[in-house]
């Protein structure tokens, strides 16, 4: 191609842009562009990205695409700068050989994902003149008669140039001639047609040949011509031609006519006689190759016949030429123009055509979003190719189609979708025109819903208590904790764990472990019911989804007792499994209390409760136990056959099953009276000395008032000193009797654990001028404590009041 022309149509390149709103937030863009034919490969149509309003260095990202053309792809996109570049040479007369317009269009769609969009781009390929003239035959026969008059007309072959537009055939000229000269006629669709006109009367016999050249000349430039030689010999006079009754003669045809169809007959009249008047039809060179193979012509009815296919959608109207010839020496001809106009049926089904799909979505994708883009069409015309596009079952399905622009729609979807009820769907487009009658088609699509982690998991049931009896073996399976997870893969693998905690200064996790795949619950340890009694935590069910969800279900574990502890006697005080003695009057009276049995049972509920019995006793009618309180008293006075000693063997038993019991041996021996001694001032001074401690504190803070106080001190001295100690009825019991009859305000027996309670105790009960004792428990849990009143402490024998003191003297924190 000549660089010049190549220049100017590059410089005529142009863009144009069609905007069509979207209905439903999608813009398709209709983009037009022309580049002349020819272009060489590599040479920059366009910006693609600034046309269409793109970023350049993302069309890489966003994976831009382009149609493939007739399996070839004429246009590629520089994915770095944007630019669209010629990758083939574009041949116009390959892509649009039909010459029914100028106009040569390359329909293609840019598609861009990420979001996804769609452009449509109409490249007009510009004609260039590459092509030359040509004449179907290099040689055209052409006979007159020489009766022919000056003005008569004589169709010759036309040329064909595959160019168009201005670069078509522009004209014809023919070769010097006296005789001859031609004229130029312009077809419907502008094909340029050349007769050969009689300017002057033939002589045969001066001339029988005459040789022609026809020069067809486009309107290119530089311009390009092609050439063909007419041969016109001069025939004998018939001086009669045919003729038809009109010219040009107009019929309608319904496409898809049956063959044999009869469209038109022709008829026309020669005035001649004999041969000269019988008549052929035939089809002139101005008819296509296409219309004849269409069309039949029997060439001496002149009926006119269907023959092929008629679809309007491929041609909507045809032209053909006839020519009636007579079958003189030298025949005479006529002709005439039939124009054929196809009237369209319903005949073809609308098609759906699936743009973009996505094949799969997850289930948590926002309303709105784009499934898949559709287009419809139709090459039926008028309402026959008007079409509707609707869901199958839409009124079910969570999916709503919208129409995007012109004959384009959306597949959105139109409510959340929730894959643990629908994992899939089968979407059927059924598409229908507005013929008559309607016609139909469906295209079904398969939808995969994704699963995302939207589910938590879920225990059975949020509180699970579990009764464990104690002294369990460790290890032992508690409970099985599974929970569900409707979601899929990973989103449903559930890992289990405590939820860490500290019980008692104890982490749970050293007490109960869980198994991270199954949720089974065991016990790490033996309980003890005596020191745990229940323990409260969470366990925690989590997912492995991103990001993972969990959920907690309480676990309450209630230690049951067992009767594993036997009593414990801890009063009377003895070391250990020896005999206590316990010494009476043998005057006392009936009812007296000689002993006070206590045991203590470390266990709950039944298997605590204590009951005490004789187990062995000398005499069972001298003494009487209550089973509850354990008190042992006599039943009866003594009497001088009674035995000076008696043995009696208790048993405290628990109330378990089955049950645990302990026993104590008490030797009572009786005595006959115990000497009173009358204290001395040695030993009343020191224990005066104790009591009035606190006094002499406030002597020492009263120094105001010496003089007075230590004349009532003396006073009161003289006084005690002159004051002679009473003996007692009591006395004479001894150190025994005290205990029948003991008044303090601690009790008979009182268990105390704390050493500064104690103390305080013993400080109380010391100023009210008693004496305290304190006797260990055997277990080491804590102390029996009692209270014995000074007066009655103090007549024993001077042996027995020395140990006294020093067994309360030892307790003494």
């Known amino acids: 191609m000549d660089p010049r022309a190549f220049a100017f149509c590059r410089r005529s390149w142009h863009v144009r842009f069609v905007m069509f709103s979207a209905l439903w937030g999608l813009a398709f863009t209709v983009t037009r562009y022309s580049i002349p034919e020819e272009t060489a490969e590599g040479s920059v149509v366009a910006n693609l990205a600034a046309d269409l309003g793109l970023e350049a260095h993302s069309l890489a990202e966003r994976n831009v695409k382009l149609d493939y053309i007739h399996s070839k792809k004429y246009l590629d996109i520089n994915k770095e700068t944007g630019e669209m570049f010629v990758t083939e040479k574009i041949d116009r007369e390959h892509l649009c050989p039909a010459k029914t317009s100028s106009s040569c269009f390359l ?42 008059r000056p003005g008569e007309k004589f169709s010759l072959t036309n040329a064909v140039d595959a160019d168009v537009g201005e670069n078509s055939i522009k004209t014809y000229f023919l070769s010097q001639s006296d005789e001859f000269t031609i004229e130029i006629q312009s077809g419907s669709d502008g094909t340029k047609y050349v007769d050969l006109v009689l300017q002057a009367p033939l002589d045969r016999e001066k001339q029988a040949v005459h040789s022609l050249i026809l020069t067809a000349v486009d309107g290119g430039t530089p311009a390009r011509t092609g050439t063909a030689t ?72 002149g009926e006119i016949r269907v023959k092929g296919v008629i679809d309007y959608e491929e041609t909507r109207s045809f032209e053909m030429y006839v020519e009636a010839k007579d079958k003189a020496v030298s025949p005479l001809s006529a002709q005439c123009k039939i124009l054929v106009f196809i009237t369209d049926l319903n005949d073809n089904y609308p098609d759906i055509t699936i743009k973009s799909f996505k094949s799969s979505v997850k289930e948590n994708a926002p309303t709105g979003t784009v499934i898949a883009v559709v287009s419809v069409s139709d090459r039926d015309s008028g309402d026959n190719g008007k079409v509707f596009l609707s869901l199958r079952d839409a009124e079910v399905l969570p999916f709503l189609l919208n129409k995007s622009s012109e004959d384009y729609f959306e597949l959105t979807i139109k409510e959340p979708l929730d894959r643990e009820k629908d994992s899939s769907y089968e979407i059927t487009l059924h598409v229908m025109d507005r013929g008559t009658p309607p016609l139909t088609d469906n295209e079904t699509i398969s939808l995969e819903i994704l699963d995302v982690n939207d589910n938590a998991p879920v225990f059975p049931q949020s509180f699970y208590m579990i009764h464990l009896p104690e002294n369990n073996e460790p290890g032992e399976l508690l409970c099985s904790l599974t929970a569900h997870d409707p979601d899929l893969n990973e989103n449903q693998y559930l890992v289990y764990f405590i939820v860490e905690k500290e019980i008692s200064n104890t982490s749970v996790s050293t007490l109960f472990s869980v198994n991270p795949e199954n949720g089974n619950l065991h016990a790490l340890r033996s309980f003890d019911y005596e020191r745990e009694r229940e323990f409260l935590f969470h366990v925690e069910a989590r997912d492995s989804g991103v990001p993972p969800l969990s959920s907690n279900a309480t676990v309450h574990v209630i230690i049951l007792d067992q009767n594993d502890n036997a009593p414990q006697i801890v009063s009377p005080w003895r070391a250990h499994d020896s005999v206590v003695d316990q010494v009476i009057p043998r005057a006392a009276d009936q009812g007296s209390l000689v002993a006070k049995v206590i045991a203590l049972d470390a266990d709950s509920a039944q298997n ?137 305000t601690i009790g008979d027996s009182t268990l105390i654990s704390s050493d500064a309670y104690w103390y305080s105790l013993f400080l109380a009960e010391t100023r009210k001028g008693k004496v305290v004792v304190r006797q260990p428990l055997s277990n080491g849990t804590g102390f029996i404590v009692s209270s014995i009143p000074r007066s009655g402490a103090l007549t024993t024998t001077s042996e027995s009041r020395s140990s006294t003191l020093q067994d309360s003297s030892s307790d003494l924190p």
């Open 608 to 744: 605590s409760r204590v009951t005490y019995q004789f187990l062995q006793v000398t005499d069972a009618s001298l003494f009487t136990l209550d089973r509850y309180n354990g008190e042992v008293r006599t039943a009866r006075m003594f009497t001088y056959r009674d035995p000076k000693h008696q043995r009696l063997v208790i048993v405290a038993k628990d109330n378990g099953d089955p049950p645990r019991s302990a026993t104590v041996t008490i030797k009572v021996s009786t005595v006959e009276q115990v000497v009173v001694t009358q204290l001395t001032e040695t030993t009343e001074m020191p224990m005066e000395y104790d009591l009035f401690t606190d006094l002499n504190l406030y002597l020492l803070l009263s120094l105001g008032s010496v003089s007075f106080l230590l004349l009532i001190t003396i006073l009161v001295i003289i006084v005690l000193k002159c004051q002679k100690p009473k003996p007692s009825k009591a006395a004479v019991h001894g150190r025994n009797s005290v205990t029948s009859q003991r008044n303090s």
């Open 107 to 148: 329909k293609m769609d840019v598609v861009i994902e990420n979001p996804l969009r769609i452009f449509n781009i109409e490249l007009e390929i510009m004609d260039i003149n590459d092509n030359a003239p040509q004449f179907r035959r290099e040689r055209i026969p052409l006979d007159i008669s020489e009766s022919a």
């Open 230 to 301: 007419v041969i016109v010999k001069v025939l004998d006079t018939n001086d009669n031609a045919p003729q038809f009754d009109r010219q040009v003669y107009s019929v309608d045809l319904v496409e898809n006519a049956p063959f044999g169809t009869l469209v038109m007959q022709l008829n026309a009249t020669d005035t001649d006689e004999g041969t000269n008047a019988e008549l052929a039809y035939s089809y002139t060179l101005y008819t296509s190759e296409k219309t004849q193979e269409k069309f039949s012509l029997n060439p001496k009815s």
